[in-house]
C-alpha cells in the first residue's frame, strides 16, 4: 500500500500496528521517503486477512494524515493513495480484482472516501492507466469530482474526504519501482530523459517514468516503474537512463529499488552485468534449495506491494 506519509515515522508505525493487528497479516516490508513524503508498506497473507488489512489501515492513515498540509514531490489524491492487489501464488488476477472491488465499497461505506478502481480491477478502460486516475491530484479533483461525469467514483459518493482525499485499488501484477538519481537539478532535463526512457514517449516497453526534483540532495531522479521486468529488465532500464543522460552531459549519482522485488529481476540483471559463464537458476542458493525441497515455497497468499506509480 502506498500513504501519502514519509517522514513522521510514529504515524507510519500506527499504519503498520493496522494491519499487523489483522490475525494472518505478515509485515513484509517498509519504506518511506521524505521528498517523495511518501511510504511504501508492503504486506502479505491470506485474501481474507489481506482485505481486512487494506480496509483497517486506510482507516488508520484517515484518522492521522491531512492532504490540505501535504506536500511531496510525488503525485497523489488521498491520504491512502494506492491499494494494489497482486497474486502471489494459488490465486488468479481476477481474484484479486474482486477481493479489490470489496475493499473500495467498504472503504466508500465504512471511512467516506470515494474510491476509483484502477488496473484489472477497473470499472472503464480509460481507468487501467493509473495515471490517467490520479489527473488533477488532490487538489484538481476536489473541484472535477463535483461537475465532471468522468470522474465520478467508482464507490462513495462525488466528493473528496475533507482531509483523506480519495484512494485507488486495484490488481495487477508484481512492478518493479525503480529510481536513478541524476547528478544535476535541471528538473527540465530530468523530464526530458524521463520523456525518452518511458513507453508513452517512444522508449522501453513496459516502462513509465517520471522526472522528479530532490532539492535536499541537490539532484533529479527518474522514477520509474518497469510494469514487467521480463519485457524491460532492471538493467536495461538502467543503462537507457545512463545513455540518455551521458548525452546531454549529466552523470548517474546512485540508483534505488522502492518496495519488494523478485529474485529472478535481481539475478538478471547481476548475469548482465558479471559476465558469469554457464550459468543457469541452480546455481542460485534457494533455488536449488526449494527443487531439493528444503525451503519451504509460499503459502497460498496475496499480497499487495509495490509503489505506485510513475506516469
Known sequence: MNFSEGRDQKVIDQII???TGVPH???????????????????????????EAAVRATGKAAQLIDLNRHRGVHPRLGATDVVPFIPICDISLQECAQIAQRVGERIA?????????????ATRPERKNLAEVRRGQFQGLREQILTDDSRAPDFGERKLHPTAGATIVGAREALIAFNVYLETEDLPLAREIARAVRQSGGGLKCVKALGLPIP?????????NLLDYRVTPIHVAFDRVREEAARRGVKIASAELVGLVPRQ????????????????????LENRL????LLAANHPCVSEFGSDETA
Do not use: C, W
Open 216 to 224: 535536499e540532495r541537490r539532484q533529479t531522479q527518474v522514477s520509474m
Open 109 to 121: 461505506r465504512d471511512f467516506g472516501i470515494p474510491v476509483y478502481l484502477y488496473e484489472a480491477a
Open 265 to 284: 529481476a535481481l539475478v538478471d540483471t547481476a548475469v548482465r552485468y558479471l559476465p558469469i559463464e554457464n550459468f543457469s537458476p541452480d546455481l542460485v
Open 25 to 51: 497479516a505478515i509485515l513484509l516490508h517498509q519504506q518511506k521517503d521524505a521528498a517523495h513524503h511518501r511510504s511504501v508498506v508492503s504486506f502479505a497473507g491470506p485474501p481474507g486477512a489481506v482485505e
Open 290 to 293: 526449494q527443487s531439493l525441497g
Open 17 to 19: 500496528a493496522a494491519i
